[in-house]
């Protein structure tokens, strides 16, 4: 299945845009985690070199119970840059925004979820 990403770079939003297209290949899926939890806690942050930053604008949020699956999307970028992109689904619809990790307690049923909105 081929498809691409485009991005498009200016210095300035009134100037204009160039846009390039990224040639990307999806070759595969995984199963990282399945189950039905309690509750989940997203813990939202900017990351700025290691350090978790909070907006108001992307808050963390709670949700549950429910079924939650979570997978990796294996891509290859320009024909040899490999990279995963892990897909979050909650009672079957996709979870928008990117996940970096997860800890499960089937003690407490809780699921934690690592989600930073970017890197600086």
Same mark, same amino acid.
């Given at each position: 299945?081929?498809?691409?990403?485009?991005?498009?770079?200016?210095? /300035?939003?009134?100037?204009?845009?160039?846009?390039?297209?990224?040639?990307?290949?999806?070759?595969?899926?995984?199963?990282?985690?399945?189950?039905?939890?309690?509750?989940?806690?997203?813990?939202?942050?900017?990351?700025?070199?290691?350090?978790?930053?909070?907006?108001? /604008?992307?808050?963390?949020?709670?949700? *549950?119970?429910?079924?939650?699956? %979570?997978?990796?999307?294996?891509? %290859?970028?320009?024909?040899?840059?490999?990279?995963?992109?892990?897909?979050?689904?909650?009672?079957?619809?996709?979870?928008? *925004?990117? %996940?970096?990790?997860?800890?499960?307690? *089937?003690?407490? *049923?809780?699921?934690?979820?690592?989600?930073?909105?970017?890197?600086?």
């Amino acid at each position: 299945m081929a498809d691409g990403y485009k991005v498009s770079i200016s210095e /300035d939003a009134a100037q204009n845009f160039e846009t390039f297209e990224i040639p990307t290949r999806v070759v595969g899926t995984d199963l990282i985690w399945e189950g039905r939890v309690k509750k989940i806690k997203f813990d939202r942050y900017w990351d700025s070199h290691g350090e978790k930053v909070y907006w108001d /604008d992307e808050p963390c949020w709670e949700v *549950g119970p429910c079924n939650v699956k %979570i997978e990796a999307e294996h891509r %290859i970028h320009f024909e040899k840059l490999k990279m995963d992109i892990w897909r979050m689904y909650i009672n079957g619809k996709e979870v928008q *925004g990117g %996940i970096e990790g997860y800890k499960y307690s *089937g003690k407490t *049923g809780l699921l934690k979820i690592d989600a930073p909105f970017g890197h600086g």
